[in-house]
């Protein structure tokens, strides 16, 4: 089967709402997604980039068209999102749970759950309490993951990844890999699914 990475945090609305519509974009392509899990504040430090607030908050007119963009996006496939009021969220706990959760039958699930409490549900997925109770709420291992997110191996691994997304040419997210060639943003989506129907 044909195969494609998905760099993705938490932490970022775009990439939830790739996430959202992961399947659609699988149904059509006959491609599975191959989820990897990084550090986006990571990867911008290692790429000297700045989240998109900061690098145009200066610009006019660019972050109210970025909101519209993603309006639009929302509304074509009629995703249930609402900004996360806590925003920004340090995601590096859950993006740990994310790396124990693949050494797991239930990594898809913790995935779905992650993204739907940040950006769904607004809830503020950097305290400890919270992220226990969401896990346990939706029938996932809370202590079991918590304690595996902090184990040396796991932490040393999402550093890896992070780092290994940046050699291979990553700067931000939603960012996707079709073999060694790379797709940014949403609106790549449609050239990286003419790319994927090209490969054998």
């Known amino acids: 089967m044909k195969t494609f990475d998905f760099l993705y945090d938490f932490g ?27 550090l986006l504040g990571g990867l911008f430090k290692l790429t000297k980039n700045t989240p998109p607030i900061q690098a145009f908050g200066g610009v006019t007119n660019k972050l109210e068209y970025e909101r519209r963009e993603m309006h639009r996006f929302i509304e074509r496939y009629d995703i249930p999102f609402q900004f996360n009021p806590h925003f920004p969220v340090m995601t590096t706990a859950v993006m740990r749970g994310a790396i124990y959760a693949q050494s797991q039958d239930f990594g898809p699930r913790y995935i779905d759950v992650v993204f739907d409490a940040v950006w769904k549900d607004g809830l503020k997925m950097d305290d400890p309490e919270v992220i226990a109770k969401t896990l346990d709420a939706n029938g996932l291992p809370a202590s079991q993951i918590m304690e595996g997110a902090q184990s040396q191996p796991v932490k040393d691994r999402l550093f890896e990844l992070t780092s290994q ?22 609106d790549s989506l449609p050239d990286m699914e003419h790319w994927l129907s090209k490969q054998d």
Request: hydrophobic share 45%.
């Open 165 to 186: 997304a940046m050699e291979r040419g990553a700067f931000g997210a939603p960012m996707m890999f079709v073999g060694e060639e790379p797709f940014f943003g949403k």
């Open 12 to 38: 970022s609305p775009n990439v939830y709402l790739v996430h959202k519509i992961m399947d659609q974009i699988e149904a059509r392509t006959g491609a599975k997604a191959n989820y990897i899990p990084i």
